[in-house]
């Protein structure tokens, strides 16, 4: 590891101000940047923590739903949520293991947007709202692709806001080794429909599987997955699976998670 | 009641004290005065031509203290391989030199080609960097595949070895006519190619080492996380850098695991050596994790087609293998034997098979170098064994375990050579069997596999009957094999004059219990408490010799060694009773920690007579020496053969492919037993790795010769939810008959016994679900290769 400064602002305007250095790097629970950070792949001159900023912090009901502060651990969403949105309370405590989830933060797995990582798909199944220092951003708009994202320079996550469904569920299969999604579904079923998000499969990272959200809007049981076929060709190959078995994996758990939510 | 000490008690481990309380020193514990930090610049290309090294900047750099480059080892000697193999044709092995620093050329990712010390690591670390970038290496394309690298010999990993080709053996040459006649003639021939998955051992502790030169004496210390110090100080004297053996000390303290990959001697250890001299002040180093992927010896990697004939019926008439050998880019010290003498031997497992073929091409590419890991050798010919006799089964209609009862010898046929050179002294693979198909209730297994098929999964049950050669000795036999060591083992048990004991014991404890068991087996014998008794190991200036702990040998061969010792201790004692109670040495007898004058109640305590030793008042000198400490070498007469039978049962969710072990049970023969948890312990351990390597455990090289599975992002662990709870006996006990503790190794079982057991469960679930086509899938049977044997 490279030396650098750091920072731990209390509030968003000085976490903001703090950002807008050169070379600066904004931190949270670092569960990706502190290996990278170890291993040389990455030296920032700043890090800038965000967990020292209370209203970043923890799990509340509010105006669109629940409010999670960006900086909240999964461990604390794991716990917190579980009375309000129990799904993604199951989601956030599959997440890792204990280490991680006492140290990674919502905000940070969102803002990296690993294509494999658990929280992309509650937040696009939701249909959540990402709040940022700037502004607000519709799940639909925020994921562009492999840890890409709306986010802009100097622009961090502050909260994400998650409209409850009637029914949901997670249902991930881990990849041998990272126990990351190999591929995971998130399945929420609204009153005006249903919606479905993949993470781990995709090439492009998490996206949203429209043909079962218009078949289980119309149903909503297992029964109608079988129906349908997921194309390999969106799909991505790795050491531990094709093109073909995740999109195998596509169906069967989408049809696991329906089952799930009842 | 079950023993509570001694012999034969569940003698909790006197070591987990220090261990799970933090207080266990590991080599990257210790502080030294004075000291330096090594970092070495790995290759990040399989192959290529070091065209030059440019240290200048690097030197510059703040803290830098000194560079080393293969150019500064170019005249001192290269790490040797441990074991000669002949090929067929009688001309020895080829054996490239190993250099201490890689020069002339890089041979595999992460070889390392200069080293920099410096005050601190990140110091080293930033101009290692910069070195990285001051040196031209030409990329040369990369040996990867076996085949390949036999097939096409232009492209070479040595330069003078032609074919990448190390040795071409034939176990046992002489029989190659007559097994294939055999083969010919059997009325049933099955064939099956199969591939055991490349391991990466995966110590918890990585490895490190730290040198220590003292101008003054011109003594050496090397701190090394070994298996083996006495043989790292005889490779280091006699073969590297030349140091004598009685200015070199080495320490291996507390040892976070090895599983093979510690028994050897690595460059880094000489490097820390060599730049401690030249430096007079300490020089350490302690690998990444990710150094460890790269540089630690693997395990497996062979790609075998056997072949089996039979009867109609099953009974086996001959077996033939031809397997290809990954050796890596160098050898490693035991690297030959592990595919030849601990693999060919045991290709005819515990069965009676008239007609046995091995033959084994060890090859050269440019990847890490592949040695004994875990059952060494053993696995793979009883995997490869396990798999075919399963699939003769399948193909004839035959029932597994009666097809196992036919096939395996009787206890009235040992003593029993084998058709591959091993003579097994004694057995009852029938008893461990029957044990087994007891325990896993066999004849309720239809009922389970409904209930499992009513949650929606298939069930299947697969059998393993095993045997091994553990003990790894005698001298006199390894010798004939090619060794170029001897395989004995020496303790010293140094009486105390206030009665307590110090045990110098050549094996190494990095992990195993040693500390807990030995001391249980000298309290038993000398009638005192085991906490009167204290195991030293891992010091070469404090042990006699040592020939380490691997291949399940501590227990039977220094074990010896040091019960050896205390029956010398015991008949000194005797003598000092006789001088001490006026009697006749020969009227003494030892009984419960006295010496006694037979049919008299005159008797001194153990106490008293080690008392006596060092307070020698009015001994007779001429006849009696003060003193009471002995020592014995021991070499034992044959290899032990631990045995058993292991049935796995698993479930297969055909919608995602995964295979879950939801019971395994082993009845093992182990001979006699010294502390029951702590076998229980081993076998649990062994067959974790087992299943390890069957269902998640594999090493990818891509063409390039980049290892992907380089982190545990990709290099895929067991973890505790892939395991089920254990059902162990150790309940049939045949001991060995050739050493004093009956003893017969259980270290390497579970890892030699439970792959096929898994394999053969998958399979067999897989038949059940009507997925007739699959006869086999390679390990591990992850859940995409099990999705993919199903759909393909």
């Known amino acids: 590891m490279h030396n650098f400064d750091f920072a731990k602002p209390t509030t968003i305007a000085d976490a903001a101000k703090a950002l807008a250095a050169d070379g600066a790097q904004a931190l949270s629970g670092g569960q990706t940047l502190i290996p990278t950070m170890k291993q040389r792949l990455a030296a920032p001159g700043v890090l800038v923590s965000l967990t020292g900023i209370a209203e970043m912090q923890g799990v509340c009901i509010g105006d669109g739903g629940l409010h999670i502060g960006a900086a909240t651990p999964h461990a604390v969403v794991a716990k917190e949520a579980k009375a309000h949105y129990p799904a993604l309370a199951d989601l956030a405590g599959g997440i890792g293991d204990p280490a991680v989830r006492s140290r990674g933060t919502i905000g940070g797995s969102v803002a990296n947007n690993d294509p494999a990582a658990c929280y992309p798909s509650a937040v696009l199944a939701s249909g959540a709202t990402v709040v940022t220092n700037k502004r607000k951003i519709a799940a639909d708009d925020y994921f562009q692709g492999l840890f890409t994202t709306a986010l802009e320079e100097g622009e961090f996550i502050t909260e994400v806001v998650f409209p409850i469904p009637q029914r949901a569920a997670y249902v991930k299969f881990n990849q041998p080794a990272s126990r990351f999604a190999l591929t995971g579904v998130f399945v929420a079923k609204f009153a005006d429909g249903v919606r479905v998000a993949v993470t781990g499969a995709g090439n492009d990272g998490v996206f949203r599987w429209t043909e079962a959200e218009a078949a289980l809007s119309a149903n909503f049981s297992a029964a109608v997955i079988s129906g349908l076929t997921v194309d390999p060709s969106g799909m991505n190959t790795d050491l531990h699976g094709s093109a073909a078995y995740r999109a195998n994996l596509v169906k069967v758990l989408t049809g696991r998670a329906v089952t799930a939510a009842g | ?792």
Not at chain 2, 402 to 424: A, C, H, M
Not at chain 2, 506 to 533: N, Y
């Open chain 2, 1 to 792: 009641m079950p023993k509570d000490h001694g012999i034969g008690a569940s003698t909790k481990r006197r070591e987990d004290v220090r261990f799970l309380t933090g207080r266990g020193v590991y080599t990257d514990d210790m502080a030294l005065h004075g000291q330096t930090a090594a970092v070495f610049v790995r290759s990040n290309v399989a192959h290529g031509r070091i065209k030059s090294i440019n240290t200048a900047k690097a030197a510059a750099m703040p803290g830098v203290l000194a560079i080393f480059t293969g150019e500064d080892f170019k005249d001192v000697g290269g790490n040797p391989a441990g074991w000669l193999i002949n090929s067929r044709d009688g001309t020895p092995m080829r054996e490239p030199k190993r250099p201490v620093l890689a020069h002339g050329k890089v041979r595999h990712v992460g070889d390392a080609y200069a080293a920099v010390i410096a005050e601190t690591v990140a110091q080293a670390k930033d101009a290692a960097e910069q070195l990285a970038e001051d040196s031209v290496i030409e990329e040369l394309p990369a040996i990867v595949d076996m085949k390949q690298a036999v097939a096409d010999p232009s492209n070479r990993v040595h330069d003078e070895i032609p074919d990448n080709l190390c040795f071409d053996w034939g176990w046992i040459e002489d029989n190659r006519a007559a097994v294939d006649a055999a083969m010919k003639a059997a009325p049933h021939v099955v064939t099956l190619n199969l591939v055991n998955n490349r391991l990466v051992p995966n110590a918890m502790e990585p490895r490190a080492s730290i040198g220590e030169y003292n101008p003054g004496t011109g003594d050496y210390k090397l701190t090394t996380t070994s298996q083996n110090p006495h043989l790292t100080r005889l490779l280091v004297s006699a073969f590297v850098l030349g140091i004598p053996e009685n200015k070199l000390t080495v320490v291996a303290p507390d040892v976070g695991g090895g599983f093979g990959s510690k028994i050897y001697h690595y460059g880094e250890e000489a490097l820390v050596l060599a730049a401690a001299k030249k430096l007079g002040r300490p020089v350490r180093w302690t690998a990444e994790r990710s150094e460890s992927f790269l540089t630690d010896a693997h395990g497996r990697d062979h790609v075998t087609k056997i072949e089996l004939g039979c009867t109609k019926d099953g009974e086996i008439l001959a077996i033939r293998t031809e397997t290809l050998a990954n050796v890596g880019a160098y050898l490693s010290n035991f690297s030959t034997a592990t595919p030849t003498f601990l693999h060919g031997t045991l290709m005819s497992g515990p069965y009676k098979v008239p007609h046995v073929y091995v033959n084994v091409k060890t090859v050269f590419t440019n990847t890490a170098p592949v040695d004994a890991y875990r059952g060494a050798g053993r696995p793979e010919a009883t995997y490869s064994l396990e798999r075919v006799i399963d699939k003769m089964c399948r193909e004839l209609g035959l029932d597994p375990f009666e097809v196992r009862r036919k096939n395996l010898l009787t206890p009235d046929q040992f003593p029993y050579q084998s058709p591959v050179g091993l003579l097994y002294d004694t057995g009852n693979y029938q008893a461990t069997l029957d044990k087994a198909v007891q325990m896993a209730d066999v004849v309720g297994f239809e009922k389970r596999a409904a209930e499992s098929k009513a949650r929606g999964k298939l069930r299947g049950m697969g059998l393993s009957t095993w045997i091994e050669a553990c003990g790894i000795a005698p001298s006199n036999l390894v010798g004939i094999l090619g060794s170029r060591v001897g395989l004995y083992d020496a303790a010293t048990v140094r009486v105390n004059a206030t009665g307590n004991i110090s045990v110098m014991v050549g094996a190494h404890s990095h992990g195993q219990g040693h500390e807990t068991v030995f001391a249980q087996i000298v309290a038993e014998k000398l009638g005192i408490p085991d906490s009167s008794v204290e195991i030293v190991h891992g010091d070469t200036s404090k042990i006699p010799f040592g020939m380490g702990s691997y291949g399940s040998r501590s227990l039977a061969v220094c074990g010896t060694a040091m019960t050896k010792a205390v029956d010398k201790i015991i008949a000194k004692g005797k003598k000092i009773a006789a001088h001490m109670l006026e009697a006749a040495e020969g009227d003494i007898s030892f009984e419960d920690g006295k010496f006694q004058v037979a049919g008299t109640d005159k008797a001194k305590t153990f106490g008293e007579i080690a008392f006596s030793a060092y307070v020698p008042h009015n001994y007779p000198l001429e006849t009696l020496e003060p003193g009471l400490e002995e020592t014995a070498f021991y070499d034992p007469a044959n290899f032990t053969y631990p045995a058993g039978a292991y049935i796995c049962e698993v479930e297969v969710d055909e919608g995602t492919g995964k295979v879950d072990v939801v019971a395994f049970h082993c009845a093992d023969d182990f001979g006699n037993v010294m502390n029951p948890m702590i076998v229980e312990g081993q076998v649990h351990g062994g067959v974790g790795q087992g299943i390890g390597q069957a269902l998640c455990e594999f090493t990818a090289y891509d063409e390039t010769g980049q290892l992907l599975t380089g982190s545990y992002m990709d290099y895929p662990m067991p973890r505790a939810e892939d395991v089920p709870f254990y059902n162990v006996d150790y309940s049939c006990q045949t001991p060995c008959t050739h050493n004093p503790l009956g003893v017969k190794g259980c270290g390497e079982a579970g890892a030699i016994g439970s792959p096929p057991a898994v394999i053969n469960a998958v399979i067999d679930a897989l038949q059940r679900g009507g997925h007739t086509h699959v006869t086999h899938i390679d390990m591990p049977v992850s859940p995409s290769r099990v999705w993919s044997a199903i759909n393909g």
